[in-house]
């Protein structure tokens, strides 16, 4: 209790100090002056408030204090996950008339969850070795960045334990939140100044007399200027610019099958799958090489790599010239050799997942592919969950696991290698590019 009586009473005296006074309005001119004879009725506040763990507020910014109510250090434990809002759990007509914007609160309380297992991670750790300063039971430090703000409190410190709060500041930052970050961020070493009339500098790495007059009667300090939380960012990429042409979208496409093969390769079910009587007869017709799938409204020689000109459609032949390296390169990755020539049922079963998927894209954009609006319908159709499944294409439930574990991330794994690739202009081994893009994925898993 006393050392909580000192540091209020160190933040009043710092707070209504005379240099610290902004002279902004006739209110402070008139409040300023008549709360200097009321110093002791500030220190029995202070002990009043120390007592009953109460925090001083000062009264529209002037140098009146006030007693707020009696405030708990520890919080009660609940799970602060997060629910995504999103087309699956929200009503029809709030879809509808959403505004926008309408799900910003959603999204920051994920992003600061997100913070909150990153300090899980690392708090305690910087805590022991002083990248947090000197800290104690009740501190509260501001993180910051560009543009967003996080606050967090230490409500409990242990034996190798620390209990915390993140409080997360709006993305969209109010006037007080620029303030804070200007004055954590602005530079004390260009002041050259001694005191108001004069500026004869300073020695290097040395602040001049007002930089460290300033600095000393400050109610906060910088601790770290250099200090880093895993986080990540948003960025709005327009779909429309990243498939407007059809060899953006052959190359999205290619990623789509090429997606869909490694997922099917790394899954652990994979044995079980090219042993099931029941998808094996299912795909009894794709094992011929001269087996062609013929569908105008899915497949087009403008989008689909394996496309054969000739034969107007996909044959396990065309599909081998374009994806057969791929498909042992992957396998190749396996701790278990697997047979993956032209002929095995593996490549049956990757040839018909391949079809599979193209065929539950064009079944979402109506068959209607070569219209960019139409394509990208379908696709946030197919991202979001949204498959429809044909009569021809029930053997996928035979296991769903197909559907959910394989077709499913290879539409979203897609994208992402997409936007890379076109961020880093085609400078990428796009073999090597998929690789990490899969096994950084698995790593977040």
Request: aromatic share 12%; proline share 3%.
């Amino acid at each position: 209790m006393l050392w909580d009586m000192l540091h209020k009473l160190q933040f009043v005296m710092t707070y209504i100090a005379p240099w610290q006074i902004a002279w902004g309005s006739a209110f402070h001119a008139f409040a300023q002056p008549f709360a200097v004879p009321h110093s002791a009725m500030l220190f029995i506040q202070a002990l009043i408030s120390s007592l009953f763990s109460t925090p001083l507020t000062p009264f529209l910014g002037s140098a009146i204090f006030m007693m707020s109510y009696a405030r708990p250090i520890k919080f009660w434990e609940r799970n602060y996950n997060t629910k995504r809002v999103d087309h699956s759990n929200t009503r029809l007509d709030s879809q509808m008339n959403r505004s926008i914007g309408a799900d910003d609160n959603n999204l920051n309380s994920i992003f600061y969850e997100h913070l909150t297992r990153s300090l899980q991670h690392s708090l305690c750790g910087d805590l022991i070795l002083g990248r947090w300063g000197s800290y104690s039971t009740g501190d509260c430090f501001i993180l910051t960045s560009d543009y967003l703000n996080a606050l967090v409190q230490l409500i409990e410190i242990g034996n190798g334990l620390v209990t915390f709060q993140l409080r997360g500041l709006e993305f969209r930052g109010t006037y007080c939140q620029q303030r804070e970050v200007e004055a954590i961020t602005e530079g004390v070493e260009d002041d050259e100044g001694c005191c108001c009339c004069c500026k004869p500098g300073h020695l290097p790495h040395v602040l001049s007399f007002n930089a460290a007059f300033i600095q000393r009667w400050l109610a906060w300090e910088v601790t770290s200027s250099k200090y880093v939380l895993e986080g990540y960012s948003i960025s709005d990429n327009n779909a429309a610019c990243m498939l407007q042409m059809f060899d953006l979208r052959k190359m999205l496409i290619t990623y789509y099958v090429k997606s869909i093969i490694y997922y099917l390769i790394r899954s652990p079910k994979l044995e079980d799958w090219l042993s099931n009587e029941s998808i094996q007869e299912a795909l009894h017709p794709c094992t011929a090489w001269n087996y062609i799938d013929r569908d105008p409204g899915v497949f087009n020689v403008n989008i689909d790599e394996d496309y054969d000109h000739c034969l107007k459609g996909i044959s396990r032949a065309s599909f081998c010239n374009a994806y057969l390296e791929w498909i042992q390169h992957c396998t190749s990755k396996r701790t278990k050799p697997m047979r993956s020539d032209g002929d095995s049922s593996l490549v049956t079963l990757c040839y018909s997942l391949s079809i599979f998927g193209r065929r539950a894209l064009g079944t979402a954009t109506h068959n209607m592919s070569i219209s960019l609006e139409s394509f990208l319908y379908g696709l946030h159709a197919l991202f979001k969950g949204d498959f429809r499944i044909t009569t021809k294409q029930e053997w996928i439930f035979e296991d769903i696991d197909l559907l959910h574990k394989v077709v499913a991330p290879g539409i979203r794994m897609s994208l992402k290698l997409h936007q890379v690739n076109l961020v880093s202009r085609g400078s990428v081994n796009k073999v090597t590019l998929i690789d990490k893009a899969h096994q950084g994925c698995r790593k977040v898993r």
